[in-house]
Structure formats: structure tokens, C-alpha cells
């Protein structure tokens, strides 16, 4: 599966953006997708993640409440909505696919196969 995501971009503190991931390739609607991000000089973290189904999502306690992940397996697009913005939010944000088809939503980098190219997320406090 190939992945392309846009939508970063520069917004104020408490500000919001929509993230999106477009998927190209058969096995979207039977993989795990994830949102990962990188600040500056950190290393990539997990941020939400989302069952092949949809029905179950998992975010990282440092967005949980601000941030809602989706997807819409019929246009094979994945979605991050993100609220509340604060300055340590700034990061290259990239969406993954898992790289087992129908297993539960894994956090750790190394279970997903798949990567997009990333988008800039730059939060001004």
C-alpha cells in the first residue's frame, strides 16, 4: 500500500487541523492504520491508532481527548482531527500501515510496514 498525507500545517495554540492520509492498494480496509510523529530532536512516537474496521481506536494519553483518528475504508482515507493544539504538538506527523493484516492496533514503529512521506504540524504558542 502506498500512503499520502497532507494537511499539516502552521496554526495558533488551541487551534485545529484535519490530517489526512490517502491509500492507494487492496489492503487498506484490512490493516491497522496509525499516526506517528517526530519533533525536533525526538524520536518517532506513536500518536492514535485505528482498527481495519474502525470500530476501535487507541490514543497516546498525551492526546487523548484533543485528537480523533478515523477512516473511511470506501475512499481508502485515513483521518487525524486535531484540537486543542499546544506548542509541543509541532512535529512531522506520518501515517503507517500496519504490517499484519487483521491484528489489534500496535504502538511500536517497527509493526508497521507501510509509511507516508509526512506532514509538518507547526503549533505557535
Known amino acids: 500500500v502506498q500512503l499520502q498525507a497532507s494537511g499539516g500545517g502552521l496554526v495558533q495554540a488551541g487551534g485545529s487541523l484535519r490530517l489526512s492520509c490517502a491509500a492507494s492498494g487492496r489492503t487498506f480496509s484490512t490493516s491497522v492504520m496509525g499516526w506517528f510523529r517526530q519533533g525536533p530532536g525526538k524520536e518517532r512516537e506513536f500518536v492514535a491508532g485505528i482498527s481495519w474496521s474502525g470500530g476501535t481506536t487507541y490514543y497516546t494519553d498525551s492526546v487523548k481527548g484533543r485528537f480523533t483518528i478515523s477512516r473511511d475504508n470506501a475512499k481508502n482515507t485515513l483521518y487525524l482531527q486535531m484540537s486543542s493544539l499546544k506548542a509541543e504538538d509541532t512535529a512531522v506527523y506520518y501515517c503507517?500501515?500496519?504490517?499484519?493484516?487483521?491484528?489489534?492496533?500496535?504502538?511500536?514503529?517497527?509493526?508497521?510496514?507501510?509509511w507516508g512521506q509526512g506532514t509538518l504540524v507547526t503549533v505557535s504558542s
Open positions: 503507517a500501515a500496519d504490517r499484519v493484516a487483521f491484528r489489534g492496533i500496535q504502538t511500536s514503529p517497527d509493526e508497521y510496514g507501510w
